[in-house]
């Protein structure tokens, strides 16, 4: 294996982090931009990891990756939250267009550049009811976040087209983890809520679906992205689409807790039903999901459970 340099943009966050594991597995050089604004940088140090504490839409960013050159670029760092993108368009556009902007472009400057892998999200496809969504469905996102995500979508299809810019987007399913930053997942709220006897929120009648895909499939689906070879969009999913109301009893039966949820009106840019085609990005790569719903949700246990034990010896005190 040939010795590269990696870049990743947000990496000290939910899915960077999980990244960054994986590369510390192989030889390659590993390099981080990150603002540290919801990322977690601690366990960075000591590892074999070059972190630029920095903004993507700085001028220190783009000076950092021309000093870098990299061969690889997987771009994370984003504005992730609906309502978010909903109450503060401009920020979010700010963050995930001209920020997504000024990383290619400076990728653009690097000689010997090779792939520019893109975070993009099942949010461009909106409220397309043609399931499962492949690559080709229509684009008819709800919320200024799916909008935003759609348009870095056609500045790297452009530039392709321009001059051969090599990319990689890969649009996400709906992906649960080991999240500890404050703007999370349903299944991160769901079990928060479970944990502390409290009565989760579901918004709507439940019945609406998602295809969840666990963090480290997700992680595992960025690295071989870097091989493909025809620039393009390609769906990271499970191919499986679960209803809200499911994974609500999911998690009570996992955890041994019966609760009733407390029911709201739907939210302003949430989809209705999503579930994505894996086919294209199986068939690029080879790969395919290691976990199904439910041992993702035995293996988050198990990460919880963890961390509580270690949280409770590291507490404990010898008088």
């Not at 503060?88 to 995930?96: E, G, P, R, S």
């Not at 949820?261 to 994505?276: E, N, T």
């Amino acid at each position: 294996m040939r010795k590269k340099r990696f870049l990743i943009t947000g990496g000290c966050g939910f899915i960077g982090s999980q990244v960054l594991q994986n590369l510390l597995k192989t030889p390659h050089e590993i390099f981080v931009i990150d603002n540290l604004s919801t990322g977690d940088w601690s366990w960075i140090l000591e590892r074999r990891i070059d972190l630029k504490i920095c903004d993507i839409r700085s001028t220190n960013a783009l000076e950092y990756i021309l000093d870098v050159a990299p061969h690889y670029v997987i771009h994370l760092a984003a504005q992730t939250d609906i309502p978010t993108s909903i109450e503060q368009q401009h920020l979010d556009a700010d963050i995930n267009i001209l920020g997504t902007l000024n990383v290619m472009l400076a990728c653009k400057k690097v000689a010997n550049f090779e792939r520019f892998v893109f975070a993009s999200s099942a949010a461009v496809y909106g409220n397309n009811t043609k399931l499962p969504l492949k690559e080709e469905s229509q684009i008819q996102p709800q919320s200024p976040y799916g909008m935003s995500k759609s348009i870095c979508e056609q500045y790297l299809s452009l530039n392709k087209n321009m001059d051969g810019f090599p990319y990689c987007a890969l649009r996400f399913a709906n992906v649960y983890g080991n999240k500890r930053q404050d703007k999370k997942d349903v299944i991160s709220n769901f079990w928060d809520e479970f944990i502390q006897q409290r009565a989760p929120t579901i918004f709507g009648s439940g019945r609406q679906t998602r295809d969840f895909i666990f963090v480290d499939d997700i992680a595992e689906a960025l690295i071989l992205a870097i091989d493909i070879k025809d620039s393009g969009v390609y769906n990271v999913s499970t191919n499986e689409q679960t209803s809200i109301n499911e994974v609500f009893q999911r998690i009570g039966n996992l955890l041994q807790i019966e609760l009733d949820p407390v029911r709201k009106a739907p939210r302003l840019g949430d989809v209705y039903s999503s579930c994505l085609s894996n086919q294209k990005f199986r068939a690029a790569t080879g790969w395919k999901p290691a976990y199904t719903l439910q041992t993702g949700l035995e293996k988050l246990r198990e990460i919880k459970m963890k961390e509580t034990l270690h949280a409770t010896k590291s507490s404990d005190v010898v008088i």
